[in-house]
Each structure stands twice: as structure tokens, then as C-alpha cells.
């Protein structure tokens, strides 16, 4: 639990190595809205659905930034030499890895809620308060969804190719196929299966239902999938940092393959 | 003026070269214009009057400004950190030549962007991707180029003098993408936020681009437009010229050219 706790904590603190806090702020404030506002301005120029659609879709898919920065807070262990440090110490590794984990998803929480202040503030969609705790489950579930696949690309980039290049191709995806913006059953077949194997997708869908006044039991199975999805991308990640460690070792590459 | 000339290509070549292997640039230049201009087609072909133009011209745009965005601001954060920025401010060149043409380079890959967005429209989705006045588009995207490099231009003293603006700056993506009215109508902005938009030179670029591409622009308005995009362009030029001066005066007064 220490060793948790204390990645967890550091994990935040190392966000300040390439960010200041006056960044950190101005990002909080200022992209929430212009991210909901650009895409569900389209969305309300287009025609294809309400504006609420959009803005509930794209305030949701900013949950997805917490995937986005744990894949790249595990590169950046390699990048700045530290990996070396961490395989060689008895650490716990589920404690290791998924530590870092939780300041981005408390992270992402933060921005969504900005997101869904914004879309109150500036497009006037209100939710009842006695909605936002359900609404929170929703957002909740989301990041930790996304949590798992950012794990799993953070991996991913040790292996082959760099974190920020995956972290991005992962916010668009997300954006394109999770549902934020086009109803999936409006994509091609093979795109909206993609779409299904996604994080994100399950929540943004029980959010918009808990957002029209449905129950939390009505979008339970929805929050469940998306967290199971999640869960499914963390325990991959998981076992193929396992392997590539084990490789690492026996061939001597630990700061590179 | 010559002396200045092949200094500046020269830095745009080398800019060119190292861009070719920088994922991120990578990212801006072909994932993002194709992403987000596939959102566009699907979000905008319900529309009744949807031109896949539109969406290839609003998507190629927001790569750009990007581009510009990050490529200006940490130009000359990127010559600290490898040591280069004081050799070339004891260069007889000046150094506005050289940033000017590293920004110019990350200019040239836009066609990239361009080419990927026309590409999606016309070979993915089958939707003919017509420009209605081809001539009055080449002009607009030339001065297009010409005033966003300026812009870049101007990001590059800015992002290094006043790190509070630095913070902003790099949130101004999406905002400016939003207020210029890249991928939907300004009018579809609360009133007291159109006028914003139309300060920007990417406004007018985004004006004077979607209406040569669609034909509504009567000459006048194109004539305007492209006189607006100069002016921003040459006032731009100004205020980034004033403020490389500003920056190395203090560098130069503090000891910090190679401060990191």
C-alpha cells in the first residue's frame, strides 16, 4: 500500500517536470471548453443528432487524457533512466505499476468535471444535481477504462514506438469511434466493432442515458463492460510488461529493445 | 536583403530534414487532419448544401494552425537545449532569418496535411472535392502560409519572454480553431465572441479558403479578405520583429542565451 500510495504521489509531482502549474491551469480551464465547444459545434452545425449528444460525448471523452499520460509516464521512466532502477528493486509490481495510475485518473476526473461545468456555464445544459452523483460513477468509470489502455500503450511504446505518437493516436481514435461524436451504429461495420472494444464508449453511452434522467440500475451493465474492458487492457499490459521485462533481462536491453 | 536569402532557406531545408523524422510533427501533419477531417464528413453530411471540400479545407487548417502553434513556440526553446541558440545569435545573420526559416519549413510540410485531408475526401468517401475558383483558392492559401508563418513568427519571442504566456499559448489550439470558424460558421458563436475571431489572420485565411473553395465569395469580399490577411500578416511581421529585439536585449543584458 506505501509503495502504491507513494508512486501514485510522485507520479503527480513528475507531471510538473514538463508542465508548470500556470500550464496545468490555463489547460484545466481554457481546453475543456474549447475541445467540447469545437467538436459539438460541428456536431450542432451538421445536424445529424441534438447538441446534447455532442456535448455529453465529447465532455466524456476527456476521461480518455488519463490513458494519455500514464502511457507516457511509463516512457519517460525509460527516457530519463529510472526503469533500470525500478526492475532491479524488489517492489511490489502490480503496486509499481498500477500506482501511477491513480493521479491520472483523479486528473482526468478534474477535467471532466470542468467540462461538464463548461457545458452548463456555456451551452446551458443543466444537469440535476440529483443526477451528478450517478453521472460522477459514469465519469469514474471512464477513466479507469481508459487507465487500462493507456497502460497497455505505455507498454506498448517500450516496445516499438514512441508514447506520445500511441497517446495521440488514441485520443483520436477515441474521438472518432467511441461514440463521442458519431453514433456508432452510423459507422461502418468493422469501425463500430472497434468502437465496442474501446473504452469510453460504454460510459459515454450511460452518461447521455443517466443525463435524459435514467437509473443507475438501467446503465449498470453499460458501466460494468466499460470497466471490465478496462480491466481487460490493464491486465494485458500488465502481463506483457511481465514478458518484457523477462526479455529484457535475460537479453541485457533494459533501456531498449 | 540577399544576405538574408539563403541563410533563410537554408534553415528552412534543415528544418524540412529534421521534420521528416519527428513523430510528433508526424502526428499534426497526417494523423490529425485525417482524423479530424473523418469526424468532419461524417458530423457535416447530413447537411443538405455538405460539400466534402469543406471538411478537407477545415481539417487542413487545423493542422496548420497547429503545426505553427507548437513548431513557433519552442523554436527557440528547442535552439537552448541544443546548444545552438548562442552561435546563432553571434552570427552576422539575424536571428529572426534563421527562426524564420525553421518556421517556413514546418510551413511547407502543411501541403502534407492538405494532401491527406483531399485524399480521405476524394478516394475514402467517393465525394468529389471541386474547387469552384481555383485561382482565388491558390492565392488565398499562399497568403494563407504567408500569415500564419507570421504567426509563428510572433509564438517564437513570445513563448520564451513571458512564460505565463508560454501556458496559454500552448491551450490555444483548439480556441483559435473554435473562434476562426475552421470546420463551422461564426455566427454559430455567442455575438460578443464573433469579432474575436475576426482579429486572427486564421479567420480570414479560414474566409477567404471555404469561400474560393465553394464559390460564394463575390470579388470584393475575396478582395478584402486577402487585403486583411496582408495587413494581419504585415502587422504580425512588426510586433515579432519588436519582440525578437525585446528578447535579446534581456538575454543578452541577463547572460541567459543558453539558460535552460
Known amino acids: 500500500m506505501r509503495l502504491f500510495l507513494a508512486t501514485a504521489y510522485y507520479t503527480y509531482r513528475g507531471l510538473f517536470v514538463w508542465m508548470t502549474p500556470s500550464m496545468y491551469v490555463a489547460q484545466l480551464i481554457l481546453l475543456p471548453l474549447a475541445q467540447v465547444a469545437f467538436f459539438s459545434l460541428i456536431g450542432s452545425y451538421g445536424g445529424g443528432q441534438p447538441l446534447d449528444f455532442y456535448l455529453i460525448g465529447n465532455a466524456m471523452v476527456i476521461a480518455g487524457t488519463s490513458g494519455f499520460f500514464i502511457g507516457m509516464s511509463i516512457n519517460e521512466e525509460r527516457a530519463l533512466g529510472t526503469l533500470t532502477y525500478l526492475i532491479a528493486s524488489p517492489a511490489n509490481r502490480l503496486a509499481l505499476f498500477f500506482g501511477r495510475t491513480v493521479s491520472r485518473i483523479l486528473e482526468a476526473i478534474l477535467h471532466v468535471v470542468v467540462a461538464f461545468a463548461w457545458v452548463g456555464l456555456a451551452f446551458g445544459l443543466v444537469i440535476p444535481i440529483g443526477h451528478w452523483p450517478a453521472i460522477l460513477l459514469a465519469v469514474l468509470t471512464a477513466a479507469l477504462s481508459a487507465a487500462g489502455l493507456g497502460l497497455l500503450l505505455g507498454v ?17 481514435t477515441l474521438l472518432l469511434l467511441s461514440g463521442a461524436n458519431i453514433p456508432l451504429d452510423e459507422l461502418p461495420p468493422a469501425l463500430a466493432l472497434l468502437g465496442q472494444a474501446l473504452p469510453l464508449t460504454h460510459s459515454i453511452e450511460a452518461a447521455r442515458a443517466l443525463a435524459a434522467g435514467a437509473g443507475v440500475p438501467a446503465v449498470a451493465p453499460l458501466l460494468l463492460r466499460d470497466l ?30 | 536583403m ?8 537554408f534553415s528552412a531545408r534543415v528544418q524540412v530534414l529534421r521534420a521528416l523524422g519527428d513523430e510528433f510533427l508526424f502526428v499534426i501533419a497526417l494523423v490529425q487532419p485525417f482524423a479530424i477531417g473523418l469526424a468532419a464528413i461524417f458530423m457535416l453530411r447530413h447537411r443538405a448544401d455538405f460539400e466534402a471540400v469543406y471538411a478537407v479545407v477545415g481539417a487542413g ?10 513548431g513557433g513556440t519552442g523554436t527557440i526553446t528547442n535552439l537552448r537545449f541544443s546548444g545552438n541558440l548562442e552561435h546563432l545569435v553571434a552570427a552576422p545573420v539575424p536571428l529572426i532569418v534563421v527562426v524564420g526559416g525553421q518556421i517556413m519549413g514546418s510551413v511547407a510540410l502543411v501541403l502534407v496535411p492538405m494532401l491527406v485531408s483531399y485524399g480521405l475526401g476524394a478516394w475514402l468517401f467517393g465525394y468529389p472535392i471541386a474547387i469552384r475558383d481555383p485561382a482565388g483558392f491558390t492565392v488565398s492559401v499562399l497568403l494563407a502560409l504567408l500569415s500564419l508563418w507570421a504567426m509563428g513568427l510572433l509564438f517564437a519571442p513570445l513563448a520564451i519572454l513571458w512564460p505565463a504566456v508560454n501556458s496559454v499559448l500552448g491551450a490555444l489550439e483548439y480556441p483559435v480553431y473554435v473562434l476562426c470558424g475552421f470546420l463551422f460558421p461564426v455566427l454559430l458563436l455567442p455575438g460578443w465572441l464573433q469579432p474575436l475571431g475576426q482579429l486572427l489572420a486564421p479567420y480570414w485565411a479560414a474566409y477567404a479558403l471555404h469561400g474560393t473553395s465553394s464559390g460564394s465569395l463575390t470579388a470584393p469580399e475575396l478582395a478584402l479578405a486577402w ?13 515579432a520583429a519588436w519582440l525578437f529585439d525585446l528578447f535579446l536585449a534581456r538575454a543578452q543584458r541577463d547572460g541567459s542565451l543558453a539558460a535552460l
Open chain 1, 156 to 172: 506498448a511504446a517500450y516496445l516499438a514506438l514512441d508514447a506520445g505518437l500511441l497517446g495521440n493516436l488514441m485520443i483520436f
Open chain 1, 228 to 257: 471490465a474492458t478496462g480491466l481487460v487492457y490493464g491486465v494485458c499490459s500488465f502481463l506483457l510488461f511481465g514478458r518484457v521485462e523477462d526479455f529484457a533481462r535475460r537479453r541485457g536491453t533494459l533501456e531498449g529493445v
Open chain 2, 2 to 9: 540577399s544576405r538574408c536569402l539563403r541563410p533563410f532557406l
Open chain 2, 61 to 70: 487548417l487545423t493542422a496548420l494552425f497547429s503545426l505553427i502553434l507548437f
Open chain 2, 227 to 239: 487585403l486583411l490577411l496582408l495587413a494581419l500578416t504585415a502587422a504580425t511581421l512588426v510586433l
